[in-house]
């Protein structure tokens, strides 16, 4: 059996049990899921700062996962805030859901776009795009222009507007297959591809089973070169412990 460690960047609880509901939902039968966040930290991640304080709380779940002996660990934030940190840190793969849902995008249509949630994340999803190497397969960027924690409030809004870019973008954009922007888009993307006829797709189911074909293929992070475990030296005060023993 698999464990598989889902960490959501921010601290709303409610977030994190979202994804993990939509982690668990497509995980296969031997597939434990265990959803984690950082206990302190920002309530949402929606800029660079943001991205900076998360990739603290995101190595101290890395390597506390790592010690548990988990078999991969998801980044459950669009911007895959701390990724090659984290994979310095990890033995086992690490996933972030920009990256795993832009992945999945590629194999299914030539071109998509992709749904966030503040305008100024759309530059994160650009960095991310030209990091990864997809400038060329991304059509379009949207944002319903509404703040991450607007997907918790239980008024639907945001989902609504996630519906109608959704739309739009299958529309206007050219693109055969969308990418939700968000982690708390996760439990949209089955009803939304039924509803538009194409796929619509979130980088927390992507990541889990990118994860288990990593495991199912024997393959984990590789530790030459850049990725390696990180040079020994006594980090002090709250990084203490992020020593590597
Ligand atoms: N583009 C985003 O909405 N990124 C995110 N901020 C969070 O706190 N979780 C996300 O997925």
Same mark, same amino acid.
């Given at each position: 059996?698999?464990?598989?460690?889902?960490?959501?960047?921010?601290?709303?609880?409610?977030?994190?049990?979202?994804?993990?509901?939509?982690?668990?939902?497509?995980?296969?039968?031997?597939?434990?899921?265990?959803?984690?966040?950082? *206990?302190?930290?920002?309530?949402?991640?929606?800029?660079?700062?943001?991205?900076?304080?998360?990739?603290?709380?995101?190595?101290?779940?890395?390597?506390?996962?790592?010690?548990?002996?988990?078999?991969?660990?998801?980044?459950?934030?669009?911007?895959?805030?701390?990724?090659?940190? @984290?994979?310095?840190?990890?033995? @086992?793969?690490?996933?972030?859901?920009?990256?795993? @849902?832009?992945?999945?995008?590629?194999?299914?249509?030539?071109?998509? *776009?992709?749904?966030?949630?503040?305008?100024?994340?759309?530059?994160?999803?650009?960095?991310?795009?030209?990091?990864?190497?997809?400038?060329?397969?991304?059509?379009?960027?949207? @944002?319903?222009?509404?703040?991450?924690? *607007?997907?918790?409030?239980?008024?639907?809004?945001a989902q609504q507007k996630v519906r109608e870019q959704c739309i739009a973008a299958k529309k206007f954009d050219g693109s055969g297959a969308i990418v939700l922007g968000c982690g708390g888009m996760a439990d949209l993307a089955?009803?939304?591809?039924?509803?538009?006829?194409?796929?619509?797709?979130?980088?927390?189911?992507?990541?889990?089973?990118?994860?288990?074909?990593?495991?199912?293929?024997?393959?984990?992070?590789?530790?030459?070169?850049?990725?390696?475990y990180p040079l020994i030296k006594p980090l002090s005060g709250r990084f203490e412990n992020l020593n590597m023993r």
């Open positions: 059996p698999l464990c598989i460690q889902l960490i959501n960047p921010n601290t709303s609880l409610a977030m994190t049990e979202v994804m993990a509901a939509t982690a668990r939902q497509v995980a296969a039968p031997g597939t434990a899921i265990l959803a984690v966040c950082p *206990s302190e930290g920002a309530p949402s991640i929606e800029g660079h700062f943001d991205e900076a304080i998360a990739a603290i709380g995101v190595l101290q779940q890395v390597k506390a996962g790592r010690d548990a002996g988990v078999d991969g660990h998801i980044i459950a934030c669009f911007g895959d805030p701390g990724l090659l940190a @984290a994979r310095e840190l990890a033995r @086992a793969p690490v996933v972030g859901i920009a990256e795993a @849902a832009m992945h999945i995008a590629t194999l299914l249509a030539t071109r998509f *776009s992709i749904v966030t949630t503040l305008p100024r994340t759309l530059t994160i999803a650009r960095h991310l795009l030209h990091q990864y190497g997809f400038e060329r397969h991304c059509a379009a960027l949207h @944002a319903i222009d509404l703040p991450v924690l *607007s997907l918790e409030d239980g008024s639907g809004l089955q009803e939304l591809t039924l509803e538009l006829g194409i796929p619509v797709i979130d980088g927390v189911s992507a990541a889990v089973k990118m994860i288990e074909s990593l495991a199912a293929l024997r393959l984990t992070t590789s530790k030459h070169g850049d990725l390696d």
